[in-house]
C-alpha cells in the first residue's frame, strides 16, 4: 500500500514563510513526477508546481519567484518552500506522485494566510 503523507501548513502573516512537506511510503518501485496542487473554499483544484525524477519543474504563474518545489530521491519526499505568502495563497494544498505508473493523492494541509 502506497501512502503520502504531507506535512507543514498552518497559518502565517502576509509575507510569511512555510515549508510543507510530503513522504511517499510503501512498496515503491520508481517514482517519476511529483507536484503540489491547491484548493480554495469555493474554486476548483489547481496544479501548483511540478518537479521530475530529474529536476525539472514548472510553477503556476501566480507563484513564480516566490514558491520553490525540491525533492529528495532518497528519502521519497517532496518539499514546498512558500515566501512572501499572500491571501490569495489560502487553501488547501495536496501532494500528488506518480508512484509504480499509479497516481495518488496525500490527504491535504491546510495553508490559511491571514493577519
Known amino acids: 500500500q502506497v501512502q503520502l503523507v504531507e506535512s507543514g501548513g498552518g497559518l502565517v502573516q502576509p509575507g510569511g514563510s512555510l515549508r510543507l512537506s510530503c513522504a511517499a511510503s510503501?512498496?515503491?518501485?520508481?517514482?517519476?513526477?511529483m507536484g503540489w496542487y491547491r484548493q480554495a473554499p469555493g474554486k476548483q483544484r489547481e496544479l501548483v508546481t511540478t518537479?521530475?525524477?530529474?529536476?525539472?519543474?514548472n510553477y503556476v504563474d501566480s507563484v513564480k519567484g516566490r514558491f520553490t518545489i525540491s525533492r529528495d530521491n532518497a528519502k521519497n519526499t517532496v518539499y514546498l518552500q512558500m515566501n512572501s505568502l499572500k491571501p490569495e495563497d489560502t487553501a488547501v494544498y495536496y501532494c500528488n506522485a506518480l508512484i509504480n505508473r499509479r497516481g495518488y493523492w496525500g490527504q491535504g494541509t491546510q495553508v490559511t494566510v491571514s493577519s
Open positions: 518537479i521530475t525524477s530529474g529536476g525539472n519543474t
Open positions: 510503501g512498496r515503491i518501485f520508481s517514482i517519476t513526477a
